[in-house]
């Protein structure tokens, strides 16, 4: 499922040069890029970097100052937000208090003057999808705040929109609810097959649940991809940086083989990283290496590519793994994590051990400086 790759499948959604300004400050900066069908997308970013007036651009609810925005190849600016195939369920949920489960979930059918036949039919199709059969009857408050959750998401789906946009819909659960549930609205988007647009600022939410990410800075979206790619091959330092744990060396690069070496401390060996980007001899350049490429032994491996030695700082023990956190003699710090097999914790590295680590040629990302 990679409909971006495929040129013959047309967006569902596209912006294009979307800029939206709230008197002198730009809050979405000349953006352009496509949503498609069937699509689980996540606009990632921190506080104030523009995920929710993307959202509230194609809910209808502002609208761009300059650009536009395509649902189905049609221009939505002159469409009001009640007649967009567009839903938007809110971090509140928004239930009415008063009115049941099943009445909660057939409000827009009812408002739209469906016929009852067909409300039903609807209704109870919403609350086995969303497991709420047995609630039909209870009133919000005398459910849980899961339940709710899916109360929201059945009357947000009941009217059947093309696109369904979440405000960070698993913002009010605690952390163990919120992982089931992200399964959970995996599972319902694809068995609706509607579109997703969600909007987190928990970056392992947005790794688990979408199909693509798109990584948001200032307005800007710096990198929209696939999970694993924006994990594997990020973009930018600031991407790298933003997703997971990494540990990022500055350096000056030198063509060699099919990559570079990168000078980064006197006294310290050069580092050697595989890559197809272009760096001039001696230009600054960032290596990002992703803790568990790093392996961390007492003894140097032989013939390893690069090789480095340093004294442990810090532990974090996590159960099944472990971070180590070690100095090299000039003062920077590189992070291994390996997993807790009984071989290593018997062998136990402790504070202030001396360890070498080691990666391969492809396990760190060349960045531009
Ligand atoms: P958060 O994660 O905190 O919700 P966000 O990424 O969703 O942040 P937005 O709500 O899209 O951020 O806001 C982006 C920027 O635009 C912010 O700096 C915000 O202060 C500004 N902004 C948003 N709405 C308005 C408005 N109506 N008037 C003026 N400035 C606004």
Redesign the pocket.
């Known amino acids: 499922f990679e409909p971006w790759n495929d040129p013959n499948v047309k967006p569902l959604i596209q912006f294009k040069n979307v800029t939206k300004r ?2 002198d ?1 730009v ?1 979405i900066d000349n953006q352009s890029f496509d949503i498609y069908a069937q699509e689980f997308f996540a606009l990632l ?1 921190p ?8 959202m509230r651009m194609l809910a209808g609810f502002e609208t761009p100052t300059e650009g536009t925005i395509l649902l189905a190849g049609q221009d939505i600016a002159p469409i009001p937000p009640n007649k967009r195939a567009v839903n938007m369920m809110f971090q509140s949920y928004a239930l009415f208090p008063h009115l049941s489960v099943w009445e909660n979930i057939a409000f827009g059918l009812k408002r739209d003057r469906m016929e009852k036949s067909a409300i039903d039919a609807r209704v109870a199709e919403m609350l086995k999808l969303t497991r709420l059969e047995q609630f039909a009857k209870r009133k919000p408050h005398q459910i849980s705040g899961g339940q709710r959750q899916r109360v929201a998401l059945a009357r947000s789906l009941a009217k059947a929109p093309k696109l369904l946009l979440l405000d960070e819909p698993l913002g009010a659960l605690d952390a163990k609810l919120r992982q089931d549930t992200q399964f959970e609205l995996m599972d319902i988007q694809e068995k609706t097959g509607t579109t997703f647009v969600i ?1 987190t ?1 928990d970056q392992e939410e947005a790794m688990t649940v979408a199909s693509r990410v798109a990584v ?1 800075d200032h307005g800007r979206i710096i990198q929209a991809d696939t999970p694993a790619r924006i994990y594997e091959m990020p973009k930018s330092v600031y991407v790298a940086d933003f997703i997971g744990d990494v540990t990022i060396i500055e350096g000056r690069a030198t063509k060699s083989g099919d990559g570079y070496d990168v000078a980064f401390a006197e006294g310290q060996p050069s580092l050697h990283a595989k890559s197809d980007k272009v760096f001039q001899n001696g230009q600054t350049c960032h290596l990002a290496i992703r803790p568990e490429k790093v392996a961390i032994t007492a003894e140097k491996p032989e013939g390893a590519v690069n090789a480095i030695q340093g004294k442990i700082l810090d532990i974090a023990y996590l159960g099944n793994l472990s971070t180590y956190h070690v100095e090299l003699p000039t003062g920077q710090i590189i992070k291994s994590q390996t997993a807790n097999t009984r071989r290593l914790s018997r062998r136990g590295f402790t504070w202030e051990d001396t360890v070498w680590l080691s990666w391969t040629e492809t396990a760190g990302v060349l960045l531009e400086g």
């Open positions: 709230f008197g400050f809050a970013g506080s104030g970097c523009g995920k929710t007036t993307m909007v600022h948001m």
